[in-house]
Every structure is written in structure tokens, then in C-alpha cells.
């Protein structure tokens, strides 16, 4: 600081200099002329200070300090005497060559002036009249207020940046807060909650040169509410002519707590159309009538190594599966109206998933999940148990009967698994399946170790017939490399994993990230061998590669398949290379899937793009091109949608290579019972499979919680669901409410300060923490409250003012309300306090550094008849380590 002033005394003392004493002939850089200037843009001050100089043709300033000040992708290389980049915008490149004379704007080129550049002993001092002109901004020097002012016509990137972080500091820390220790939404279930339906009907005509004419009417309508203290789900599909041909029924219970029957400590308990468990050697997971119970977390997978995704796929919706960003699979909407993505591969360490789901009135859903493979993945001391039984592709309620022969019937699964250290889990599993009429049962366990930077597991499965297969494998990370190992040995073995007559598989898989210039390229190296008992052994060699550049997501793979037979010649290999695209082209995003075949045959197997943009703010354009093979048929499509607030439609009409013609028409909608009390409303978005919130706002004028009829109702306020803003404004009662919640995920709803135009007036708690349930709306209610401010100074015991030390504001509840940062004499101020009492203490992480005691002994009331606390000055006192080193 002291050092900042001297500068600054000295360049008002060079500003009152006459010009005389710079009409040297031969200018040197001096002290006298030395400038320390603060950059300044608006009211913002950037950087740590431009240093510079004051010569007979102005001032010039270093040019490593604007750099860095203003962002500036630039490379100064003094060696070469040359520097090169650009400012602001790609388009506006700069290139300095002292050694040719000359300066590049853009296209431009000319010569170099001698007085613009000067070399000085901290670097390149450039004079600011021809530094305004090369980067585009104007450079003003205030001498006597020691700054350097910058004028531009449009907004620079910097003051942009400087926004949004303005704009994150006002918005309360929610994202340090712990939601178990914070309000919770108290919604009882109840005897009967009216439901929710989210609705999809489809009318297509369709001339087909292969199959003929037909008309199609289809529909499919999917409920979600409670009944006896359960939540109920209920899904009706029907075939091509309008007759319901699937029906499936659930009822469940779901605490992502684990607070469900009794000592049981159940997270989740079904009867109906329920899923079964999936296990690496025995099990597939199978959808039949039955029940189950568990006491796992919910987002937890069956396998270490692999998961599946289930979820919901109305007719003309598409999803995309995405791994750390990776796009890995693209899905079509199926018969069943789901999508799954099946044994999808799990890295070591922190697996971020994220299911895309695109509809077709333009609507995009995402879904994430984080999945953990390491130490914390295994749970010490706990234990988890799963038990269920169905009749394997069975519904509840069976209108028409598609089940596949060879795999249905009863089947039961029950097991358990125990942490048994930091590093050590095990577990054992039943089961009973029926196999081509045929009934199997099975033993099946695992030892799991985490060792070093990897997690290993070694499993077995018995047979009841004598059979048995072993399997082990290896999840690891060395450096930025992933590694899995699998292996696995079965005799006289048949289950739904492994199929009869299969002796084993072997195979290695690699993830490595690459960096390409800017660019992170993922690639994905695998092989596999299976062999088989007097049959024809395969081997499998993958490769792929992604890449995410300026939007575009681009996920390339070659596949190579070799089968070995035991007499004979081999059959040829089989090579095939496919290519999965999203990428967003102006107002256009595309995305595209094509496979290829590259062996004998070689040529184009399938390809599919699509097209989307907006026609407003409410309709998209579709269209999508396509190409078959096997039909030897190309087709092209159009479609138009809008979105209405209370219903979807889309037309679509599409044309095929060889005559082939469609049209067909979408409407969809949901609707349920109204939060607000007026009865039935109804949605173009989907109520039933995402939860929803009924909120209000409310100006707590008396502070004690709790609403009084003279208590006015707040409009026109933000609220934000997690850190995700809510679109709809609360209206003249107070209320909002928010649609597509993600069910069974708690989320803290809570009012966004930095939307609240009166700073006296802030949100009376950080919010309230709900678990949304499929199909019904939770109420909550969230106060206002009048709001004060709190400043003091803090200093040592020894007097001397602490800089830069983060002070935090506790409520009574222990969460930390506020955050703020002492300035350079030691004061701090934090503003817009709710009414209330409140505890101050220094932020552990900045204690430890000033090696100071965190807790400062306060205890603050901030109310109506002291809204402004002034604290004066407090005496932090040194750690107990930093006394003892004194007392030595």
C-alpha cells in the first residue's frame, strides 16, 4: 500500500513538471518519470496497477501490464522482439515485429513508428495514442489522479466477466450449504392425492411400397399420484389402431433417507410392474408383476463397473447418453415407451452421466447422475440388502400378450453387502430365474478391495446343476489414464449373463485423454475374447475418439469383429466405423448418427441427421434425412411444432427414395389438480413424471415465521431451485409455481436476493429444502424479512489491521448466511441481514493461513430497534500453535 502511494506522489509530482524538462533530446527511462497508474474502465478497477513512463511525446505503459489487466490472448516474446495475438475478438489479430519495422492490424500492415515502442527495464513501454489504436479501445492517462482510464463503445469481455462474478457474489452461498441441516418441506403422503397424466396421441397415414397402407392412431398416457399413503404410477399404451395394448401399475414408497419400514430402513419398496436386480454373473434386469425391497441409495448401481439407465421415452422423443461430456449412445423412442442404455461402462474415480432427452415440440430434459467408483464407493460398516420377485416380462395387468418364450416366468432375487472397512467390501446373492422353461438357481458372491489408485473385485456364481463361473476385475486411474481389466471363466454355465456353451471372455479397456492443441480428445481403446465349448470363438477390437470443439460434439468409433472357428477356414472379419454428432450451427442444431461398413460389403449401413431451429419463442422447425441399407431407401422429413401453454402439436410429413410417403400429427399435454386451488389446470409440460412445487411469498413484518393475515403477499419475486433460476415470477398472491423437478432429488427452493429490489428486504431463511414426488406439488412458504447491515474493523491483539480475511455470518441454526472479506485497514461490512441473531467468526481456511483463532466471541442482534450494528473494533487472537512459537 505504502509503496502504491510513493508511486502515486511521484506521478502528481511529474504531472506539475513543465513541459520544458521533457524537451530532451535524448530520452532515458529514470525514476523521476516512472508512473504507477490503475487501470480503470467505468467504475471498475482491473489488474494490480499498470506501470509506465512519462517521455517527451506523453506516456507510455508497459504493455505485459495491459496484457495481463485487460485478458488479452497475447504472447509477448522479447527475445524475438515481437508480439502476436488479439483483442476482443478473434477477427481483430495483432502482430508486432519490431525486428521487420512494422505492425499488422488485421489485413493491415504498416511501418512501425520509432517513438511508439521504447525500451525500458521492465519491458516494451508502448506510447497510448498508438496502443488505443491497435486494440481498439482509447486509452486516456489522468496524471494527477495516478490512472489510466479506458473508453470503449462496446462492452468489453472483462466487464462482462466482472459482472457475472458481481452477479455470483449477491447470490446467497447456498451451494456450501449442507441440505440435511437445512428446513425441510413437510408433505405427508395422504389416503388419495388427485393424479397427475401426462398424455401423447399420434395420428399417422402412411403409404408404404413394402408393407402397403395403413392409418395409424396411437396414444400413451402416464399417471403419477398417491393412494393409501403410496405413491401410485400407471402407464396405458396402445397399438397402431387405437386399442389399449400395454398397461403397467406400480405402487412404491421412496425416502432417499432410508426411513421406510420400520428397522427395515428401506430407501425403496414397489409392488406391481417392478424391475428386478441385475448382477454381473447371473442376473439381467427384467421388467414383471412382483415386488421389491431395498435398502440401497437410490442412485446407486447393481454392478461396480457398470450401471444401466431406465427412464421414461414418450413416442417421438430421442435421448443421448453422455459420459464426463462424452457423447457414448443415442436412442430412438421404442415400443415401451422407455429408453434404456444398458451395462454402460464405469471409469475409476467420479463418473458425471447425463441423459439428453429431446422431444418433439422442440423440448429439451436433462438428467444427470454422478457415480463414484473408488474408496468412497464403499460403504464401511453398512449394510445393504435387496430382495425381490417377478414374473419376468409379465405386467400386472396383461391386455395383450408379448412375451418372449424363452425368457419369462417367475423369477427371485435376495442379497446382502457389507462394508467391512474403508477398504473392503463383500456380499452375497440368491437367485431363481427360468430359462427357456427351464428353472435355474443360483449362488452367487464378491470380495471387493480397493488397492492403491484402483478397485478390484473377484466374483463367483454355483449352479444348482454343478455348472459355475468365476470372474475378476480391475477399475483403475494412473496419471490421466483409466484402465479396466475383466476376465472371466465359466464351466458348464448358463444364466442371463453368460450364454450356454460360453467358456470365458478376456478383455482390456483404456480411456486416456489427449490434448490436442486447445482440445481434450477422450479416446477409448478395448479388446475382448470369448471363447466357447467346440463352437466358434470371436475376438473384439474397439477404438473411439471425441472431441468437443466450439460446440461441436463429436464421437467417432471403429469396431473389428473376427470369429474363429474350430475346422475350416475363418469366416472374413467384419470392420465397421460409426459416427455420433451434436453440434449447433447458427440457430440450427444437428445431430447425426451414421454407421459404416468397411469389410467386404464395405459401404454406408444406416445414417440419420437431424435438424432443429426456432420459428419464435414458442415453435421449431424439424427436419431429418435418413438412409437404410437393408430397405436400400433414403427418406427425407419435415416437421413444425408449437408449444401453447397448455398443449404441444406437431405436423410432420416425410418422403422415402422409393415412393414411400407419411404424414402424421402430435399432441400432447398434461394435466392435474391446480396447487392454487382452482381445480384442473393443464400444461404443455409433463406433470405426472416430474415433481412440482407450490410456492409463496410473504413479507414476515413481525418475524416470528409464521404468516398472519396482515402480513402482505409479495409479487413480481425470483425464486431459483437449486442454483437453477424459475422462470415464472410470483404473481399478486404471492405464489409460483415450478414444474419438472427431478423426483426423489431434494433441492433447496429458495428466493433469489439478488432479484429483490429493495436491499432493506432479503429472504428471512436461505430456503427450504423439498424431495420432489412424481406427479403431485409440494407447498411451501417462504418469508421475507426486513434486513439490516453489520460493520466492524479487525485487528490483532497487537492493533494492527487484518487484510483480507473472510469473515463469516452464522445463524442461530449454525448455517453460514453471509460471507465478506476485510479490506486493507481491516473492515468489513455485510449488508442486507435478515432481522435476527447472528454469530461471527473468521473463515477456518483464512484463520489457519493468519494462523488465527477462528471463533471471535460475538454475538449480534440485528432488529427493528438496531437494523445498523456498529461493532467497532475486534481483537482476533492468535492460534494456540502461533503462541506457543511466541512463548519460545
Not at 511529474?14 to 504507477?36: C, E, G, I, M, R
Not at 404424414?663 to 398434461?670: I, S, T, V
Request: aromatic residues 8%.
Amino acid at each position: 500500500m505504502f509503496k502504491r502511494l510513493a508511486a502515486w506522489g511521484a506521478a502528481i509530482c511529474a504531472a506539475l513538471l513543465t513541459p520544458s524538462a521533457y524537451a530532451q533530446a535524448a530520452w532515458a527511462p529514470n525514476d523521476d518519470d516512472a508512473l504507477l497508474l490503475d487501470l480503470r474502465l467505468g467504475r471498475l478497477s482491473l489488474g494490480d496497477g499498470v506501470r509506465g513512463y512519462r517521455t517527451p511525446e506523453g506516456v507510455c505503459v508497459d504493455l505485459a501490464d495491459v496484457i495481463l489487466a485487460l485478458d488479452l490472448p497475447m504472447r509477448l516474446d522479447k527475445p524475438a522482439r515481437r508480439a502476436s495475438g488479439w483483442a476482443f475478438d478473434e477477427r481483430n489479430q495483432i502482430t508486432v515485429d519490431r525486428a521487420q519495422n512494422s505492425v499488422q492490424i488485421g489485413a493491415n500492415v504498416e511501418k512501425l513508428d520509432e517513438a511508439a515502442i521504447r525500451d525500458v527495464p521492465d519491458g516494451w513501454c508502448i506510447a497510448v495514442k498508438p496502443l488505443s489504436r491497435w486494440i481498439g479501445v482509447e486509452f486516456i492517462p489522468d496524471l494527477g489522479n495516478a490512472l489510466l482510464l479506458v473508453k470503449s463503445t462496446a462492452r468489453l469481455p472483462v466487464e462482462l466477466a466482472a459482472e457475472r462474478r458481481a452477479r455470483a457474489a449477491a447470490i446467497p452461498p447456498q451451494r456450501g450449504f449442507d441440505l440435511k441441516a437445512m428446513p425441510k418441506a413437510d408433505a405427508p403422503f395422504r389416503l388419495w392425492r388427485t393424479p397427475s397424466v401426462d398424455v401423447v396421441a399420434t395420428l399417422a397415414a402412411i403409404e408404404d411400397k413394402r408393407t402397403g397402407s395403413r392409418f395409424d392412431a396411437t396414444y400413451e398416457l402416464y399417471v403419477a399420484g398417491e393412494v393409501g399413503k403410496a405413491s401410485f404410477d400407471a402407464r396405458l399404451a396402445s397399438d397402431q389402431n387405437g386399442v389399449p395394448a400395454n398397461l403397467r401399475l406400480r405402487a412404491y414408497r421412496t425416502d432417499p433417507d432410508g426411513g421406510l419400514l420400520g428397522a427395515l430402513g428401506a430407501t425403496h419398496f414397489a409392488l406391481g410392474d417392478v424391475a428386478g436386480l441385475s448382477t454381473p454373473l447371473v442376473a439381467q434386469s427384467a421388467v414383471g408383476r412382483g415386488a421389491v425391497v431395498t435398502n440401497r441409495p437410490i442412485d446407486r448401481p447393481d454392478s461396480f463397473d457398470r450401471t444401466d439407465f431406465h427412464g421414461e421415452l414418450p413416442m417421438g422423443w430421442d435421448a443421448e447418453l453422455y459420459r464426463n461430456g462424452q457423447l457414448l449412445a443415442f436412442a430412438n423412442d421404442r415400443a415401451d415407451g422407455r429408453y434404456a442404455f444398458l451395462s454402460v461402462p464405469l471409469l475409476y474415480g467420479q463418473n458425471r452421466f447425463e441423459v439428453v432427452l429431446y422431444g418433439p415440440q422442440g423440448q429439451v430434459r436433462r438428467e444427470e447422475r454422478l457415480v463414484a467408483v473408488g474408496v468412497d464407493s464403499i460403504p464401511p460398516r453398512e449394510t445393504w440388502y435387496w430382495a425381490g420377485i417377478n414374473e419376468a416380462n409379465t405386467d400386472l395387468i396383461m391386455l395383450k400378450d408379448y412375451r418372449d418364450p424363452r425368457n419369462r416366468g417367475w423369477r427371485g432375487s435376495v442379497g446382502l453387502e457389507r462394508g467391512i472397512d474403508t477398504y473392503t467390501s463383500t456380499g452375497a446373492q440368491l437367485h431363481s430365474l427360468v430359462l427357456e422353461d427351464v428353472r435355474h438357481n443360483y449362488a452367487e458372491a464378491f470380495v471387493r478391495r480397493a488397492i492403491g489408485p484402483a478397485l478390484v473385485e473377484v466374483s463367483g456364481a454355483y449352479e444348482d446343476t454343478g455348472g459355475y463361473a468365476l470372474r475378476a476385475q480391475m477399475l483403475g486411474q494412473f496419471g490421466r489414464s483409466y484402465l479396466t481389466v475383466e476376465s472371466v471363466l465359466a464351466h458348464d454355465y448358463r444364466s442371463d449373463r453368460i450364454e450356454p456353451g460360453v467358456t470365458g471372455w478376456h478383455g482390456i479397456a483404456l480411456d486416456h485423454s489427449l490434448n490436442v492443441g486447445r482440445t481434450i480428445l477422450p479416446v477409448h481403446l478395448e479388446a475382448r475374447y470369448e471363447t466357447r465349448a467346440r463352437s466358434i470363438d470371436t475376438l473384439e477390437l474397439a477404438a473411439r475418439a471425441s472431441a468437443n470443439v466450439s460446440g461441436l460434439v463429436l464421437t467417432g468409433q471403429l469396431d473389428y469383429r473376427a470369429d474363429m472357428v474350430p475346422t475350416g477356414p475363418d469366416p472374413p472379419a467384419r470392420i465397421e466405423a460409426s459416427l455420433l454428432a451434436n453440434a449447433r450451427l447458427g440457430r440450427v442444431r444437428l445431430r447425426g448418427e451414421t454407421r459404416f461398413r468397411l469389410s467386404r460389403g464395405a459401404g454406408l449401413e444406416t445414417a440419420t441427421v437431424v435438424g432443429e431451429w426456432a420459428a419464435g419463442e414458442r415453435a421449431d422447425w424439424r427436419a431429418e434425412l435418413g438412409y437404410d441399407r437393408s430397405y436400400d431407401r433414403a427418406r427425407l422429413g419435415f416437421g413444425y411444432s408449437r408449444r401453447f401453454d397448455r398443449f404441444a402439436v406437431t405436423a410432420s410429413v416425410e418422403g422415402a427414395s422409393d415412393g414411400s410417403v407419411a404424414a402424421g400429427f402430435n399432441l400432447a399435454f398434461a394435466f392435474g389438480p391446480d396447487p392454487r386451488g382452482r381445480g384442473i389446470r393443464m400444461s404443455a409440460t409433463k406433470l405426472a413424471s416430474h415433481g412440482q412445487v407450490f410456492a409463496r411469498v410473504w413479507r414476515d413484518s413481525n418475524n416470528d415465521g409464521v404468516r398472519q393475515r396482515s402480513e402482505p403477499l409479495e409479487r413480481e419475486v425470483q425464486l431459483a431451485a437449486g442454483q437453477i433460476a424459475v422462470e415464472r415470477l410470483t404473481d399478486s398472491q404471492g405464489s409460483t409455481v415450478i414444474d419438472g423437478l427431478v423426483p426423489f432429488r431434494p433441492v433447496l427452493i429458495g428466493i433469489d436476493a439478488a432479484s429483490l429490489p429493495d436491499p432493506l428486504v432479503q429472504p428471512a431463511s436461505p430456503g427450504v429444502v423439498v424431495t420432489p414426488r412424481p406427479g403431485i406439488a409440494i407447498a411451501i412458504e417462504l418469508p421475507l424479512s426486513s434486513a439490516g447491515e453489520i460493520h466492524g474493523t479487525l485487528v490483532r491483539g497487537g492493533g494492527g489491521a487484518i487484510e483480507g480475511v473472510d469473515l463469516e455470518l452464522v445463524d442461530d441454526e449454525g448455517r453460514v448466511l453471509r460471507v465478506t472479506r476485510t479490506e486493507f485497514d481491516g473492515y468489513f461490512l455485510f449488508e442486507g441481514v435478515p432481522y435476527g441473531r447472528y454469530a461471527i467468526r473468521i473463515a477456518q481456511i483464512s484463520a489457519d493461513a493468519a494462523r488465527l483463532r477462528a471463533a471471535l466471541g460475538l454475538s449480534v442482534v440485528v432488529g427493528e430497534a438496531r437494523p445498523s450494528v456498529a461493532l467497532g473494533t475486534i481483537a482476533a487472537e492468535a492460534s494456540a500453535s502461533r503462541s506457543a512459537e511466541a512463548l519460545r
